[in-house]
């Protein structure tokens, strides 16, 4: 980042408080009227600790591999498989969230298709929104199912490419 670039997002969040800190621009976060993008980056950050944190059940000494591996599962091709593994868990209320989030003009990296890139957007905004509504055992509820249909769906490509009949 180019420090002129640095210097327009410091101005532009922080602002000082006359005390020698900073004002805060907003006193509460009414979740119903952020935009889904702000509601995935939010998801997005919080599946990404949660998937860190589930790996270690299984790693805990090779950071690269943990890096590696969990980026690829947060990745938009298996959240896109995630949802589809947890929709039917969901209530309507959530999946309007999806859908929400879905639906938001965004642009799809090269790693992954259209259609999968808004649906991990709408994954990750859902997740997002529980995360700031505190919703947090439903939060975990979700993200935990949602790395079980993972890890069950990279089982099965593993054995797949293998031809093995079981794993």
């Known amino acids: 980042m180019k420090f002129d670039h640095f210097k327009m997002l410091v101005d532009m969040m922080f602002v000082p408080d006359g005390a020698g800190g900073v004002q805060q621009r907003y006193s509460a976060v009414d979740v119903k009227q952020l935009h889904p993008l702000v509601l995935a980056y ?3 950050a919080y599946f990404h600790l949660f998937v860190r944190g589930r790996l270690l059940s299984y790693e805990q000494a090779k950071v690269q591999a943990l890096h590696e591996f969990s980026a690829q599962i947060v990745s938009a091709v298996w959240q896109a ?10 209530t309507e ?3 309007a969230i999806f859908r929400r989030g879905r639906n938001a003009k965004s642009h799809a990296p090269r790693s992954a298709s259209v259609a999968e890139y808004h649906i991990s957007t709408g994954f990750e ?13 439903r939060l975990y509820e979700i993200a935990e199912a949602s790395f079980q249909v993972i890890s069950k769906q990279m089982m099965e490509e593993i054995r797949k490419r293998n031809g093995d009949k079981k794993l």
């Open 42 to 44: 939010i998801g997005d």
């Open 81 to 90: 498989r995630a949802w589809h593994g947890i929709e039917e868990m969901l």
């Open 93 to 95: 209320e959530e999946k």
């Open 125 to 137: 905004a859902l997740l997002g929104s529980l995360y700031l509504e505190e919703k947090h055992d």
